[in-house]
């Protein structure tokens, strides 16, 4: 298992918090006012004021979604090759390193077994501050498994996204990962294991146009980014402004490509209430 | 005839050659010259192919004049029936489906198709389809797979449409429940990249069997413009991005991506359209026979096992 689990979240938002040299007090971007840092931490980087959502890291997802101490790290040994020997600015391997250096993560993907309200689940969450959380071989693999792994243990699968879409870096590779995982999952459908995914801040590109918006039911989390291409691109292509909120969980519940809105707080509650609606 | 930078040695040959056709009519003593003129041509075509650089390779799947789905449905079927609508919402021009024979046989055949006039062109999106393109797609494969029809699709798009209306219509769901469809049909499928394999919007017809591409195609996750203008923050090095993202098919290829590369005519799939048609058939009837007897169950595995074991990583 891997070393930095055993890390509690708290000391990770403090030395988050001493490298950015923020201070103990954060400034919030909804409602201005300017609060305690262990306030966010306290109420899993939830504005206690205004109800802003700002990312949450795997460690703070696990103590939210999970029951006490039933987490069970897979695949933490996972890492990603360089396919392509794939330079810009820099050589992939270079990015990868600074990132892991960074995250304390192998990859942008973090996934384990636990209990939900007493209930076999599988978990797997991106990590968004590696590399975007971009969806290469390593994050494919360890999302397949995941499944794989539901599959085998009869036990819903919740995958929490929050990433920039595929990893340009592993090229096409990268985009063969979405293939493989939604390949995975129709196996989980017809054994008639529930599903669930979870759209954090932000859900774009291929990892969107893959798993994240086919959950049984996708849950979005309050004002995140969810989309197929980024604004820029379209404002572009169209040469017209976009709606205010264009993107945004609200928008896509107008559509009708979630479920629902569930503020973070309230996830767990509200998935156990799911599954249990479902399989009790 | 629209010639590209690197094809420019042939404008002169090829117009003398035409002039000489069209004098010779019928008058002796110009064959030879014509011959000889020839030979030659095919000569500088053969060094200008042996020395392409990655990134006109790019521009050759990219070439105006590159068979587009429509001339293959032309050139290798009969018979050909087209199907409209996703019953939805509308009809995606982008996105062209339906059945036909194919050596006989009745079989599913969807593609993107770009168009070739600026009208046209317009007309089918530059083939980016909308939400509505997939979901035809996936009826139309829902169906081959209740009547047992192979299901070929043919992959030539710069990448699903970026726009407003298709973020609104859950471009990001059409694309992903296509991923689901294709992975759980009951038939064969095959998917051969023809020109341009572009993103998620070229995957959501490419969850196949096999996967197959023409010499001179390219897969990849994102245009080289589009990697550019994110990793080099400027558009205009889209052929460093194209040589960093390794998109052509012997790329492919090596990375477990593609079974069979189909050898396009000296000089590029446009140069010579019925012999490129050719040759495709050839490769598909071979791919499809070497599927037959497979099973519904057999044929889902086959398919899950492909992409299962696409993929880099230690540990
Ligand atoms: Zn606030």
Redesign the interface.
């Known amino acids: 298992m891997a070393g930095w689990f055993t890390k509690t979240r708290a000391t990770i938002e403090a030395e988050a918090k001493k490298t950015l040299g923020k201070g103990i007090f954060r400034r919030c971007v909804g409602c201005s006012e300017t609060i305690k840092d262990e306030e966010f931490v306290r109420n899993y980087e939830v504005c206690p004021n205004c109800g802003h959502h700002y990312r949450l890291r795997a460690p703070g997802w696990v103590e939210l979604l999970l029951d006490e101490e039933t987490f069970v790290e897979h695949?933490a040994?996972?890492?990603?090759?360089d396919?392509?020997g794939?330079?810009?600015?820099k050589p992939y391997p270079t990015r990868v390193t600074a990132a892991q250096k960074k995250s304390g993560h192998?990859d942008a993907f973090v996934s384990g077994s636990g209990k939900l309200n007493d209930r076999d689940v599988e978990l797997g969450l991106f990590a968004f501050h590696f590399m975007g959380g971009s969806m290469g071989?390593?994050v494919?693999?360890k999302i397949?498994r995941t499944i794989e792994r539901g599959l085998a243990n009869k036990a819903p699968v919740l995958l929490l996204s929050s990433s920039g879409g595929?990893?340009?870096q592993?090229?096409?590779?990268?985009?063969?990962?979405?293939?493989?995982s939604?390949?995975?999952?129709?196996?989980l459908?017809e054994a008639n294991i529930p599903f669930i995914s979870i759209l954090a801040d932000p859900t774009t590109?291929?990892v969107?146009?893959?798993?994240?918006?086919?959950g049984d039911v996708n849950i979005a989390e309050p004002g995140a980014l969810?989309?197929?291409?980024?604004a820029r691109?379209?404002e572009q292509?169209?040469r017209?402004t976009?709606?205010e909120g264009?993107?945004r969980a609200e928008f896509l519940l107008d559509?009708?490509?979630v479920d629902a809105i569930v503020p973070r707080l309230e996830m767990k509650a509200h998935i156990g209430n799911l599954l249990s609606l479902w399989l009790d | 005839m629209a010639y590209l930078d690197f094809e420019k040695p042939l404008v002169e040959l090829e117009r003398r050659i035409a002039d000489l056709k069209a004098a010779s009519d019928g008058l002796d003593g110009l064959d030879t010259q014509i011959a000889e003129l020839e030979a030659r041509a095919q000569t500088v075509q053969r060094n200008i192919c042996d020395q392409l650089s990655i990134w006109q390779k790019v521009q050759l799947s990219r070439h105006p004049d590159r068979p587009y789905f429509l001339d293959y449905v032309e050139h290798c079927f009969t018979d050909f029936t087209e199907l409209h609508g996703d019953r939805l919402y509308s009809d995606d021009s982008a996105i062209i489906a339906g059945f036909a024979r194919f050596n006989g046989r009745p079989v599913a055949i969807i593609g993107h198709q770009k168009g070739r006039s600026t009208k046209e062109k317009v007309h089918r999106n530059f083939g980016m389809a909308h939400p509505e393109g997939y979901r035809k797609a996936c009826r139309i494969m829902e169906l081959a797979s209740r009547f047992g029809r192979p299901v070929l699709t043919f992959i030539d798009t710069p990448g699903?449409?970026?726009?407003?209306g298709?973020?609104?219509?859950?471009?990001?769901?059409a694309?992903?429940?296509a991923?689901?469809v294709m992975?759980?049909l009951k038939v064969p499928v095959i998917a051969t990249v023809i020109g341009e394999?572009g993103?998620?919007g070229a995957?959501?017809l490419?969850?196949a069997n096999r996967v197959l591409m023409l010499q001179y195609s390219t897969?990849?996750?994102?245009t080289p413009e589009?990697?550019a203008s994110?990793?080099?923050r400027d558009g205009a090095h889209a052929p460093?991005?194209a040589e960093?993202?390794?998109?052509l098919a012997p790329?492919?290829s090596k990375?477990g991506?593609v079974e069979e590369i189909v050898e396009e005519p000296v000089g590029g799939a446009h140069r010579d359209v019925p012999n490129m048609a050719q040759r495709l058939t050839v490769a598909l009837e071979a791919q499809l026979k070497d599927l037959d007897g497979l099973s519904a169950e057999e044929l889902?595995e086959d398919?899950?096992a492909k992409?299962?074991k696409?993929?880099?990583?230690?540990?």
């Open positions: 695949d040994n996972l890492h990603s090759k396919p392509l794939f330079v810009d600015s192998t071989s390593v494919g693999e397949t595929a990893r340009m592993e090229g096409a590779l990268s985009l063969m990962q979405m293939a493989k939604v390949s995975a999952l129709g196996k459908r590109g291929g969107a146009a893959s798993f994240a918006l086919i969810i989309g197929f291409a980024g691109v379209i292509t169209i017209q976009l709606p264009f993107q559509h009708g490509m | 699903a449409y970026p726009g407003l298709a973020e609104e219509r859950g471009q990001s769901e694309i992903g429940h991923l689901y992975s759980q394999g993103s998620g995957l959501a490419g969850v897969y990849s996750v994102i589009g990697c994110i990793l080099w460093d991005a960093q993202l390794k998109l790329n492919a990375l991506i889902i398919r899950y992409f299962r696409i993929g880099a990583y230690n540990g």
